[in-house]
């Protein structure tokens, strides 16, 4: 397993990954994506069993993860390229004619790593719940984990998902929330308030965990090991993880309008010059 | 086989057929798990409950979830039948069966009962006419509506077999059987009824029944109809199709669904292709349906027998 600081250098290469994948095609969501860097490096580098080569979709025996959020999918191809699931230099495809790197992702073109599609907001907890009671009948003893955005938790379909997990004491899936608050229109809190969010999961029968420092890579590992120890106790377990949109590029951080936004040649730069060349080297 | 051969042994529901179906399956298959929302036995799924309560689960009213669910258990190798009303099967989560099931290509066999008028009393707002043309819009979607009792039994046991989604549409009414109790359900094979030489009638779901006793009729007044009881929707049938088509150069498509969207405009591109036509529809005529008895419901949005005749009638006047 590589050790901290190699994956604090590939959390820097994500980054770049990130603002280079949107700057090439002009298109892509760079700010939930860079704020969500430290949970997909840490989940990919340190918290899941995980076999790249050959990708079997069932993912017996293995951890399995599913992006509800699927917008976000620069940081998640980033991520799933620099661990072995495919060619780093595919990223230049991204959002290109005959990709594998569809806008959103997608099982459609066969890409390892992805299990469902996702892009329509509000389906990823359902469907981690059906891949987990799948290993629970399989007696299989790994986990299942998911990511949702916060302005997701809007969509009714959620909050179904929610009940049915503690209903049917889904007690092997980790999901996560990235609470940036952010969305298109503006701050969560003005678009449609989740008002208390830890309690709102709690009084739905969930073991809730909260995460200050989403953007803190070692934080986030063990949170990510917390929430896996938790598991097995009739509960599934939500960690509320507390991100910073644009996290890393300083004009994008904290703000709803990088969003789905691509930066300019001169935004560009001003980016690269913050997230420094690493050895993995670029795309 | 002659129109007269054909006859009916006892009127049972399709939903029963189903539901027996499902539970052999389980027996044959430990794959095969089953989802509702809240309506087990109006689906008749109990059965597969009983036996198999582990593998069974009650998502409650939450369509949508129950897809997204049924999507991750087929991600993990099961193969899942959710089971609800066809309209909350169909329109009410369309996106979840898109995204999750379609594009993604899961294993899921969306089974959708209570389709059509002959819902009865509940009215318009549970009988949906539509559920056929929104399903086969959606790329490598199978959509299947049998006839009676045994072949929604038996097409409930063969969609196991299919990797795919598959849309399986059936009713709420005890309903003439008269297929062969072992007959053997091909996906997209259409089954040939009754050989004829004036009228090709295409019919899917309970219309089959009434366009049997329709060619009856017919034969008795000297019309002669080749009877083809089109089970699989989609992949259509094409060869069964313009084979009886390119013979008796008339056609009348009778299905329990608006006119648009369904079997008869399956039929309809097909034929504007390869082998223009006359041809009928006898189908809901862009109208919500009502609360009613079913026969009556039947007969007042123009799905009985004297509405395949009167189609038949029309065709025949058009092919001169």
């Known amino acids: 397993m590589p050790d901290t600081q190699q994956l604090t250098e590939l959390c820097t290469q994500v980054r770049r990954d990130i603002v280079r994948m949107v700057y090439n095609v002009q298109s892509g969501h760079p700010g939930g994506s860079l704020g969500c860097t430290e949970f997909f490096v840490a989940l990919y580098g340190a918290v899941m069993k995980h076999s790249p080569k050959p990708f079997r979709m069932e993912g017996k025996n293995q951890d399995v993860f599913f992006l509800s959020n699927g917008h976000i999918s620069p940081v998640w191809y980033s991520v799933l390229a620099r661990t072995g699931y495919f060619p780093v230099a595919e990223l230049a495809t991204f959002r290109k004619l005959n990709t594998r790197l569809q806008g959103h992702p997608a099982t459609h073109e066969g890409l390892p790593g992805i299990r469902i599609a996702s892009g329509s907001l509000g389906q990823g907890i359902s469907v981690a719940i059906g891949a987990a009671l799948a290993k629970r009948l399989d007696g299989d003893k790994r986990w299942v984990f998911a990511l949702t955005g916060d302005g997701e938790l809007e969509e009714g379909q959620c909050w179904e998902a929610i009940l049915s997990a503690a209903h049917l004491k889904v007690d092997n899936l980790v999901v996560t929330v990235d609470w940036n608050g952010q969305q298109i229109d503006g701050p969560v809190e003005q678009v449609m308030a989740l008002g208390n969010l830890p309690a709102k999961w709690k009084a739905f029968g969930w073991d809730v965990l909260v995460l200050e420092k989403g953007n803190d890579l070692e934080a986030v590992i063990a949170m990510l090991r917390k929430a896996k120890r938790r598991c097995g106790k009739g509960k599934p377990v939500v960690v509320l993880m507390k991100t910073d949109m644009g996290h890393g590029v300083d004009f994008m951080a904290g703000t709803h309008k990088w969003h789905g936004k691509a930066p300019n040649a001169e935004q560009f730069e001003q980016a690269m010059a913050q997230l420094p060349v690493t050895r993995l080297g670029d795309f | ?320």
């Open chain 2, 1 to 320: 086989m002659k129109i007269n051969d054909i006859t009916s042994t006892s009127n049972r529901a399709t939903r029963e057929g189903f539901g027996q179906g499902l539970l052999e399956l389980g027996r044959q298959n430990p794959k095969v798990v089953g989802l509702t929302a809240d309506l087990m036995e109006s689906l008749q799924m109990q059965h597969f409950q009983k036996e198999f309560p582990e593998r069974f689960f009650q998502i409650g009213i939450a369509e949508a979830n129950m897809m997204g669910i049924a999507a991750g258990l087929a991600t993990g190798g099961k193969i899942p039948y959710t089971g609800t009303f066809a309209n909350f099967s169909t329109g009410r989560v369309y996106d979840q069966i898109r995204q999750s099931i379609a594009y993604s290509h899961k294993n899921v066999k969306i089974c959708a009962s209570h389709a059509g008028v002959t819902l009865g009393e509940d009215g318009a707002t549970h009988q949906i006419l539509e559920d056929i043309g929104l399903m086969r819009m959606l790329p490598g979607m199978v959509v299947i509506n049998p006839c009676d009792y045994n072949q929604t039994k038996a097409a409930t046991i063969a969609i196991a077999e299919h990797h795919g989604p598959v849309y399986l549409r059936f009713g709420r009414p005890a309903w003439p059987v008269f297929t062969p109790e072992d007959q053997k359900f091909r996906i997209g094979k259409a089954l040939h009824l009754a050989s004829g030489k004036d009228v090709s009638i295409f019919a899917t779901g309970h219309l089959v029944w009434t366009c049997i006793e329709a060619a009856k009729e017919l034969a008795a007044q000297g019309v002669s109809c080749e009877v083809i009881n089109i089970h699989t929707i989609k992949p259509l049938d094409e060869e069964a199709i313009l084979d009886s088509v390119s013979k008796t150069r008339a056609v009348v498509v009778a299905e329990e669904h608006q006119r648009a969207g369904g079997l008869g405009d399956a039929i309809a591109n097909l034929l504007a292709h390869k082998l223009p036509t006359p041809m009928e529809y006898v189908g809901v005529n862009d109208s919500f349906g009502e609360s009613g008895k079913p026969a009556e419901l039947l007969d007042k949005y123009g799905l009985g027998k004297k509405d395949v005749l009167w189609a038949v009638k029309d065709v025949l006047d058009r092919k001169k």
